[in-house]
């Protein structure tokens, strides 16, 4: 029974670099969310998929930031021109079906912009 | 706009006491809340949730939560602090309910546990 899995666990980037950080769902899960988590507070909502659908990005901070599910199944997040505000932990969640469903999370990756 | 706000940032109590962490919401519907725990290099976990059912709703590990619609609330709490009970706490709302469940996370409370 495995989890919500993300790669790299730790990335660290120079400013200006692209990154791009991976999440394998939990399988046959319909729903897949990004949420970004700074330094000591909550995390907050990035971006949702329906299957390969990308129903809602309205917490992407900028156009810098750009995610697919093109199967339906893994989603990647990519980062460009990252910036140091850009630092903080990116947190993946998957959930079975829609209407209130429980989400996983998985460990998150860590991003450290230097 | 739906909303959570945790009243204490950091709680500490010592092993075999009462655990309180407070939150109170904002929400202009019927909200669906939820209580999830973060421990140290571990993914969030679900405590417990509220969706309109019972307003006193039991989680796991002993932590239960109380709806209380007049006073915007919905507190944790847990009878008596084990020292694995030690890390981040965040009280969360869905926006909107009843739709795909986009979270909305309260800022957390860390809660510290000592003997």
């Known amino acids: 029974g495995a989890g919500v899995s993300q790669s790299p666990r730790y990335k660290v980037a120079k400013r200006g670099q692209d990154v791009a950080l991976r999440c394998d769902p939990i399988s046959g899960h319909v729903s897949l969310f990004w949420y970004q988590q700074a330094l000591g507070q909550g995390p907050e909502f990035l971006t949702y998929f329906q299957n390969e659908a990308q129903l809602d990005k309205s917490g992407l901070p900028s156009d810098r930031f750009f995610a697919e599910r093109p199967e339906g199944s893994v989603s990647t997040l990519k980062i460009q021109r990252t910036q140091q505000e850009d630092s903080a932990v990116y947190l993946c969640?998957?959930?079975?079906?829609?209407?209130?469903?429980?989400?996983?999370f998985g460990p998150g990756t860590r991003l450290t912009v230097t | 706009a739906q909303s959570v706000t945790q009243l204490d940032s950091h709680v500490s109590v010592s092993e075999g006491t009462p655990v309180l962490l407070r939150c109170n919401y904002s929400?202009?519907?019927?909200?669906?809340l939820f209580w999830y725990v973060q421990h140290p290099n571990k993914g969030l976990q679900l405590l417990l949730k509220?969706?309109?059912?019972?307003?006193l709703v039991k989680g796991i590990n002993g932590f239960e939560a109380e709806f209380k619609k007049s006073e915007t609330s919905f507190h944790l709490t847990k009878p008596s602090a084990h020292m694995s009970d030690a890390a981040e706490y965040f009280c969360?709302?869905?926006?909107?309910?009843?739709?795909?469940?986009?979270?909305?996370f309260g800022a957390g409370t860390r809660l510290a546990v000592h003997p």
């Open positions: 969360v709302v869905s926006d909107p309910p009843g739709g795909y469940n986009k979270l909305i």
């Open positions: 929400s202009s519907y019927s909200p669906s």
């Open positions: 509220y969706t309109s059912a019972a307003t």
């Open positions: 969640a998957s959930s079975k079906g829609l209407a209130a469903s429980e989400q996983y």
